[in-house]
């Protein structure tokens, strides 16, 4: 039985038209179900939580006898359970992206229109947005797409909202450092949080705007000034880090990638990313020189990309991808799922910094537990490294905090 990804994600719209007779309503069972089943795919789990070997890939074989099992099982226990006509669907979340137009938005918004978690999806954008949101809404998933253009539509398009997303902003260009960024993205999230705030307070935010070392201590004294502040629904989306660090270690190791799992502290830029190769899964040896080479790469994965597409824009694909897996994560969280872990910079007291990238528990609430025990037992390298990186990493996000405690000023 082949398995791909147009199949995958156009199960909740199949099930939910198509007639329930008892013939046909153990195939609907069947198709529905590979959505939940492949909503663990591509590491949204932790690797310390996931069976890999039978998910290895779509089209491998141990994957599709895996997946056909889990099907069967499935549609007899639904059988089994009602003699009625059940329309089987998703969970009904709103997510809504703000700067869904940009290079960012536009792959994360299909990757996201893919989830059958999410029922309706909100494109927000300064302009250009209803052509991305009209093109979107041709896919054949489940999740409704809506548009919402400049200042006036803001606030509708954050009603009701279970997550936010936030990749607005300009990108790097070549020579660009993430600090260059500050002035005008600082004041692009300023302004959307306080939207956020007002409108959808209890919302999982992510923001994924640069520098987020200091972007995530803003959006924070914003919801601090509008009394709506929950820390353990604001973060900071550093998984490209993780994503970066596992492609690479695989790479490296000839390692088969959906088994590998790298988490990575600190913060989202230069040497404030610290991967930690010693807590690598699988458990993988490394000489003193690849784990410096592998390190000082993943650190500067973005300006790779920056100068590979010659002033043409950043790391936007990676990115999108990267930040649909968080959001993935967020949604199997708030649907209940109990063993959730994602790598986050969120407000945390593993270090004396306020603010700290680190593994984390999600769940129904946002972050249930910062996981310590990466911090412990580090190489000397990388407690060097730690020490090394927390300087700056306080200076941005005080940097952060002075900058949203200013008066406002006119733009």
Same mark, same amino acid.
């Given at each position: +039985? ?27 069972? +069947? ?6 089943? /492949?909503?663990?795919?591509?590491? /949204?789990?932790?690797?310390t939580s996931v ?51 940009? *290079? ?9 229109? +893919? ?12 302009? $250009? ?26 606030? $509708? ?9 936030? %990749? ?5 260009? %070549? *020579? ?6 500050? $002035?005008?993205?600082?004041?692009? !999230? #300023? ?40 820390? &353990? #629904? ?10 970066? @660090? ?5 790479? &490296? ?37 690849? !784990? ?12 790779? !990309? ?5 002033? @043409? ?5 990676? +990115? ?8 993935e994560s967020s949604l199997r969280a ?29 769940? #129904?609430? *946002? ?26 990493? #306080? ?17």
């Amino acid at each position: +039985m082949a398995v791909t990804t147009a199949s995958t994600f156009s199960i909740g719209l199949v099930a939910g038209t198509q007639a329930c007779t008892d013939s046909k309503f153990k195939t609907l069972s +069947m198709k529905f179900n590979s959505a939940n089943y /492949l909503k663990s795919f591509s590491g /949204l789990k932790a690797a310390t939580s996931v069976t890999c070997e039978s998910v290895s890939s779509f089209l491998g074989k141990e994957s599709t006898t895996a997946l056909r099992d889990s099907f069967t099982q499935i549609a007899q226990k639904q059988n089994e359970r009602t003699d009625n006509c059940v329309r089987p669907q998703a969970s009904a979340f709103k997510v809504a992206i703000l700067g869904a137009a940009g *290079g960012i938005g536009q792959p994360l918004a299909l990757l996201i229109k +893919m989830s059958p978690l999410v029922s309706t999806l909100h494109l927000y954008d300064i302009a $250009n947005v209803k052509g991305v949101a009209a093109d979107l809404s041709h896919c054949n998933t489940p999740a409704q797409v809506l548009d919402f253009t400049g200042n006036a539509e803001l606030a $509708n398009s954050l009603k009701g909202v279970d997550v936010v997303v936030i %990749p607005a902003g300009v990108p790097r260009k %070549p *020579g660009m450092t993430r600090d260059d960024l500050f $002035n005008i993205n600082a004041n692009i !999230v #300023k302004n959307l949080v306080q939207a956020v705030a007002d409108n959808c307070p209890e919302a999982f935010i992510h923001i994924i705007s640069n520098p987020v070392n200091s972007t995530v201590p803003i959006a924070a004294e914003v919801l601090k000034q509008k009394g709506v502040y929950d820390p &353990k #629904k604001l973060f900071g989306v550093t998984t490209l880090d993780v994503v970066r @660090a596992n492609t690479f270690v695989a790479q &490296k190791k000839s390692l088969k990638l959906i088994d590998v799992d790298v988490p990575v502290i600190g913060g989202h830029a230069g040497i404030t990313i610290l991967p930690l190769l010693s807590k690598a899964k699988p458990s993988v040896s490394f000489t003193d020189e690849e !784990v410096e080479e592998l390190t000082v790469r993943i650190q500067n994965a973005g300006t790779e !990309v920056v100068e590979a597409k010659a002033g @043409a824009g950043s790391a936007t694909l990676s +990115m999108a991808y990267a930040a649909a897996r968080f959001v993935e994560s967020s949604l199997r969280a708030l649907d209940g799922d109990a063993d959730v872990y994602e790598c986050s910079f969120v407000q945390s007291d593993l270090t004396e910094l306020p603010f700290f990238a680190s593994r984390v528990k999600l769940g #129904k609430k *946002g972050v249930e537990a910062l996981l310590s025990s990466d911090l412990q037992g580090l190489t000397e390298y990388e407690a060097k490294a730690l020490e090394a990186l927390k300087p700056e990493l #306080k200076e941005s996000i005080e940097k952060g905090v002075a900058f949203a405690q200013k008066e406002p000023q006119s733009a």
